[in-house]
């Protein structure tokens, strides 16, 4: 507690240094933290996208075009033309229709689906509020009047397949049930796709021959802890810490710990003399665990002023992307770090002061 309210009185005597260092770190911290919360954000939707595409099927048959996430309507979606495959005596195979129309003048990701009556178009909770209807209420879909239905989640409208492909095309993907007992297996993606003529991969950052016929994505088989789902919203994290956003990120935190590393120099150039006199009388120690308690008060304070400002920038810039998740993941993994940063940041002015005699720090004006 001495060295507490000895870091603090240090604080009080130059304010001033105490805010434009808090401010400086803080700054590298909400950026990093506010790349993170995107990255996170993506990584949670790319995870929720494939797994209400996959459901609880084995394969994922997706089109030579592939699939990609669209932004505006929030969802994944067939880049190209159904593959034309014959499903096996044994398996089940759910054709999907898949691509984005405009309905209320929003894009919405529209699905066609067998199972869908003609009339209704299926709707979940969160995009039926972001269309503004609700269950029972009428909505108007390629020029057909259609009865809300809401279920699921997602935001995805799933419509009858005849009306999907009058308004899309027949762009789509199949999903596909392997036959009972076989669910597991391995090597479940290679023996259908030996069947339909369609090469196979586990892994979702392998995009399809444009030239060939489609791809199957195998959603059980292949090694590693990681299911399929996460490494495709693995995927979408990348994108984003790779883009510029995320060396943008990293170049202000090692701006920010530079800034931390100047203020304690220049504190330490101008109490030489006051650490000189500790040093003479044996209390070298408390030097270096004053220096950890000042640093570990100026990283905290820059946390948490950096953590906030961001979670109120990415709640009025970019609310339809960052979630409250996605911000306490990316605060999280800048706090794990923060440790690390304020004891190196103490240490490498400290290093340079004990370096020097006491007596030499005695004769420093």
């Keep these: 507690m001495c060295l507490v309210r000895f870091a603090f009185a240090n604080i009080r005597r130059r304010p001033e240094r105490f805010v434009l260092s808090v401010l400086g ?5 909400l950026c990093v933290v506010v790349v993170r919360t995107i990255a996170a954000s993506f990584a949670i939707t790319g995870a929720e996208s494939v797994t209400e ?3 609880e099927s084995q394969l994922w048959a997706v089109p030579a075009a592939g699939v990609h996430f669209d932004q505006d309507a929030q969802a994944l979606v067939a880049g190209g033309a159904i593959p034309a495959i014959t499903i096996p005596d044994g398996w089940r195979g759910v054709r999907t229709i898949s691509g984005v129309t405009d309905v209320n003048g929003e894009p919405v990701s529209l699905r066609g ?13 969160e995009l039926a509020q972001r269309l503004g209807v609700a269950a029972g209420a009428p909505i108007v879909v390629g020029g057909q009047n259609l009865i ?4 699921g989640s997602g935001q995805s ?12 095309g027949d762009t789509g993907w199949w999903t596909v049930f392997a036959p009972a007992g076989d669910e597991k297996r391995r090597d479940v993606a290679q023996v259908f796709g030996s069947e339909v003529g369609l090469p196979s991969t586990p892994d979702p950052s392998v995009q399809p021959d444009p030239a060939g016929d489609g791809l199957i994505y195998d959603t059980v088989g292949g090694s590693g802890p990681l299911t ?8 979408f994290s990348g994108k984003v810490t790779s883009s510029t956003l995320g060396l943008i990120s990293i170049v202000g935190l090692a701006l920010g710990f530079v800034i931390a590393v100047s203020s304690f120099l220049a504190a330490v150039q101008e109490r030489k003399r006051e650490f000189g006199i500790m040093s003479s009388i044996g209390l070298a120690d408390e030097v270096l665990y004053f220096f950890l308690v000042e640093s570990a008060i100026v990283f905290v304070a820059s946390y948490v002023v950096g953590v906030l400002g961001a979670g109120a920038a990415v709640a009025l810039v970019i609310p339809g992307i960052a979630t409250v998740t996605a911000w306490g993941q990316a605060s999280a993994m800048v706090l794990a770090f923060l440790p690390a940063m304020a004891i190196v940041g103490a240490l490498v002015p400290v290093h340079r002061l004990l370096q020097q005699k006491p007596v030499d720090l005695l004769e420093a004006r």
Aim: proline share 2%.
């Design 25 to 29: 770190i803080a700054l590298a911290i």
């Design 53 to 55: 595409v996959l459901g």
């Design 113 to 125: 689906s067998d199972e869908i009556m003609s009339g209704q178009a299926l709707v979940s909770p």
């Design 148 to 151: 809300v239905e809401t279920a």
């Design 157 to 168: 409208m799933s419509v009858s397949s005849d009306l999907a492909e009058s308004v899309v």
């Design 228 to 235: 399929f789902e996460q490494k495709f919203s693995a995927l």
